[in-house]
T-cell receptor, first 112, second 114 residues
Framework: GDSVTQMEGPVTLSEEAFLTINCTYTATGYPSLFWYVQYPGEGLQLLLKATKADDKGSNKGFEATYRKETTSFHLEKGSVQVSDSAVYFCALRQTSGSRLTFGEGTQLTVNP | SAVISQKPSRDICQRGTSLTIQCQVDSQVTMMFWYRQQPGQSLTLIATANQGSEATYESGFVIDKFPISRPNLTFSTLTVSNMSPEDSSIYLC???????????FGEGSWLTVV
């Protein structure tokens, strides 16, 4: 079945550091890929998505590129802020109407 | 995106009781789902809420424990029955709108069973 693997956390960075959170997946066909973010005490928010190979999703300074050849969707940000401290979930979905398959989540803490 | 309202947002419940969580969406949606997030864990799909018919449950979840209703295209309820401390979790309603394959989440209902 489909699966998503995220880099182990937690990740701790200083403000303005470069961020990479690795995400790889196993799936048949061409799923859509997503990053969701969960701020402390809140639900999940969609951060960005990509629906086909080589698409780049971006939002709030975060980017991720759908790499079919490496089955990856790594999340990057050039300069993190304290307000980016949250749990980040990578997820995939095969088709409209189907379930989301989530990774384990990566806790990010940004220190001033 | 979709505006998804969940009630209650938080509750502390006694062991053996049941609690019903409501999910209201601001527009008609095609799919509604219920997820559980246990402390420090990722999300697990409980069931897909089907309008006017029985929900479709995932392996490990049963209707007697998690009865679900969806009377129309914008509203669903999840009941957590006969609660035990192991049911302490965040329960999240999520929806797929008619215009795409993206799933949006509510703020979650944070339940603590004592």
């Amino acid at each position: 079945g489909d699966s998503v693997t995220q880099m182990e956390g937690p990740v701790t960075l200083s403000e303005e550091a470069f961020l990479t959170i690795n995400c790889t997946y196993t799936a048949t066909g061409y799923p859509s890929l997503f990053w969701y973010v969960q701020y402390p005490g809140e639900g999940l928010q969609l951060l960005l998505k990509a629906t086909k190979a080589d698409d780049k999703g971006s939002n709030k300074g975060f980017e991720a590129t759908y790499r079919k050849e490496t089955t990856s969707f790594h999340l990057e940000k050039g300069s993190v802020q304290v307000s980016d401290s949250a749990v980040y979930f990578c997820a995939l979905r095969q088709t409209s109407g189907s379930r989301l398959t989530f990774g384990e989540g990566t806790q990010l803490t940004v220190n001033p | 995106s979709a505006v998804i309202s969940q009630k209650p947002s938080r509750d502390i419940c006694q062991r053996g009781t049941s609690l019903t969580i409501q999910c209201q969406v601001d527009s008609q949606v095609t799919m509604m789902f219920w997820y559980r997030q246990q402390p420090g864990q990722s999300l697990t799909l409980i069931a897909t809420a089907n309008q006017g018919s029985e929900a479709t449950y995932e392996s490990g979840f049963v209707i007697d424990k998690f009865p679900i209703s969806r009377p129309n295209l914008t509203f669903s309820t999840l009941t957590v029955s006969n609660m035990s401390p192991e049911d302490s979790s965040i329960y999240l309603c999520s929806v797929e709108r008619q215009d795409g394959n993206t799933i949006y989440f509510g703020e979650g209902s944070w339940l603590t069973v004592v």
